[in-house]
């Protein structure tokens, strides 16, 4: 049982450039979520997507698209990469149900230069 | 604008030494609350609460809820070294924007041998 897995670990851009991360949980959960981690700032919610085919904008949006591309996968796509957008990048997902818990990917670790 | 608060912010302690963390919340139509600690990567779970005065407890972790006055304790006795990290509490509500999840900022504990 994998979990959530998100691809790729490590990235360096250039600015301008664009890039997706990728994310597959395989719990059968509705809820997934990008979240961004930088100092001081804890977790901010960029992008989540209730169910299949349903996507809303979280604290940070800007800069960013997501794709639900069905239940287990929702992408996060980088148009044009800023060096602002230098950061940890976590996918989540949740257990909506009596569980609730969420549960995240091993983070993917962006640099834009 | 429901909110989710951590204090304090950074604590450092010795082996041995018995910690305690807070964790305050504003959130509406109010579900659970969630503690998770992370270390380099990915936040993993620790607890999930949802009803008052009842002690969740894992080794020397534990952690209990008061839904009276808002907010949560994770305590840790014993500290060992292994135990530095950052401990996240999250708010979980019905309904609701940003994926129904509030998380705090967080408390980076650095245990010192």
């Known amino acids: 049982n994998a979990g959530v897995t998100q691809t790729p670990k490590f990235q360096v851009l250039k600015t301008g450039q664009s890039m997706t991360l990728q994310c597959a949980q395989d719990?059968?959960?509705?809820?997934m979520y990008w979240y961004r981690q930088d100092p001081g700032m804890g977790l901010r919610l960029i992008y989540y997507?209730?169910?299949?085919?349903?996507?809303d904008k979280g604290e940070v949006p800007n800069g960013y698209n997501v794709s639900r591309l069905n239940k287990r996968e929702f992408s996060l796509r980088l148009e044009s990469a800023a060096p602002s957008q230098t950061s940890v990048y976590f996918c989540?997902?949740?257990?909506?149900?009596?569980?609730?818990?969420?549960?995240f990917g091993e983070g993917s670790w962006l640099t834009v230069v | 604008e429901d909110k989710v608060v951590q204090s304090p912010l950074s604590l450092v302690v010795h082996e041995g030494d018995t910690v305690t963390l807070n964790c305050s919340y504003e959130?509406?139509?109010?579900?659970?609350l969630l503690w998770y600690k992370q270390e380099k990567k990915a936040p993993t779970f620790l607890f999930m609460l949802t009803s008052s005065g009842i002690e969740k407890k894992s080794g020397r972790l534990s952690s209990i809820l008061d839904k009276k006055e808002l907010f949560s304790i994770l305590n840790i006795t014993a500290t060992q070294t292994g135990d530095s990290a950052v401990y996240l509490c999250?708010?979980?509500?019905?309904?609701?924007?940003?994926?129904?999840?509030?998380f705090g900022k967080g408390t980076k504990l650095s245990v010192k041998p």
């Open positions: 719990m059968n959960h509705n809820s």
């Open positions: 999250a708010g979980v509500r019905y309904g609701g924007s940003q994926g129904n999840l509030i």
């Open positions: 997507s209730a169910s299949e085919g349903t996507t």
């Open positions: 959130v509406t139509n109010f579900r659970s």
């Open positions: 989540a997902s949740r257990d909506t149900g009596a569980g609730n818990t969420i549960y």
